[in-house]
């Protein structure tokens, strides 16, 4: 799913909690993966759907525009001539730590308009040096999120570090 680069940062930082589309995913669609449009113009990482909220769009920001990461505005810009919106509610995002070219995982892909539906198998083929991160690698997920040209004023929090 292409994503502008600062809704890709603030999904993969836990701030953006639902993904805002103009129509519906297939019901069989359980995990998405975040490219990130240029200037990143690399699959960032990925979620998990938990659920999905459908209506006008007066409807779904009322149900979700305040944990959708984006201003009131600029929704409106984006559903203007639409009649219908719907919410991916945003479960388990996950930064890769080392971001793939789509070419990493096909030769024939190309960035997507909006998404392109791949099989799952799709997962399978990720080296596991691109492991979704454990627990443990959080701040080099972050130190990666830091790194990225992500085109925007916006630096992603470091967690503070604690003694053990």
Known sequence: ???????????LLGS???EFRKRRLADDVEIVLIYATAPVQRVVGMFSIKSTIEGTPEEVWQRAGEVGGIAHADYEAYYRASAKAVALVVKNPKAFVRPLTL?????????PQSFNYL???????????????KPREKYRQLDLLACLPWNDDEAPAQPERTAA
């Open 16 to 18: 953006k909690k639902v």
């Open 1 to 11: 799913m292409s994503l502008h680069p600062q809704y890709a940062k603030r999904i």
């Open 119 to 133: 099989p799952i198998e799709t997962l399978n083929c990720f080296p596991s040096t691109y492991s979704l991160g």
């Open 103 to 111: 070419r990493d995982i096909s030769p024939a892909l190309v960035p």
